[in-house]
């Protein structure tokens, strides 16, 4: 089992913020491992940080949920992820082990690769929030 916190991002269109680590082929919401001692909101801000040079607008975390699914980059292994909507400060760019990031309509047809959970979870719930 693979212990993440990550982060369910909208913009004002609604549209769902995602990101492809160095070396992969799926897209996946931002976030990232815990480390000892850490609370999900530490982790998820540092990761964030570390990751895409952002910050979690304070008070904005909202805590969506436990889920698990299958791992998009470790065969045979499943991810159980702590969702938390945020809001972000800052401009999104790619560092540490992201080579891109992309902004995705979960209303349209999507051809890009996804993580399962992002393609099973985090698309619908980003479309249950709008509602």
């Not at 976030?31 to 990751?51: I, T």
Request: hydrophobic share 40%; aromatic share 4%.
């Amino acid at each position: 089992m693979i212990e993440i916190v990550t982060a369910l991002v909208r913009n004002e269109r609604g549209h769902v913020l995602l990101v492809r680590k160095r070396g992969t082929t799926h897209f996946l919401q931002p976030g990232g491992k815990r480390e000892p001692g850490e609370s999900d909101l530490d982790a998820l801000a540092r990761e964030l940080h570390e990751e895409i040079g952002c910050r979690i607008v304070p008070g904005s975390a909202r805590h969506l949920g436990v889920f698990e699914a299958s791992a998009a980059n470790e065969p045979g292994k499943t991810v159980r992820a702590v969702v938390y909507a945020v809001s972000l400060a800052g401009e999104i760019f790619c560092q540490a082990e992201i080579d891109e990031f992309i902004w995705i309509d979960p209303r349209a047809p999507v051809k890009t690769q996804l993580a399962p959970l992002t393609r099973d979870t985090i698309l619908p719930l980003a479309l249950s929030l709008s509602d």
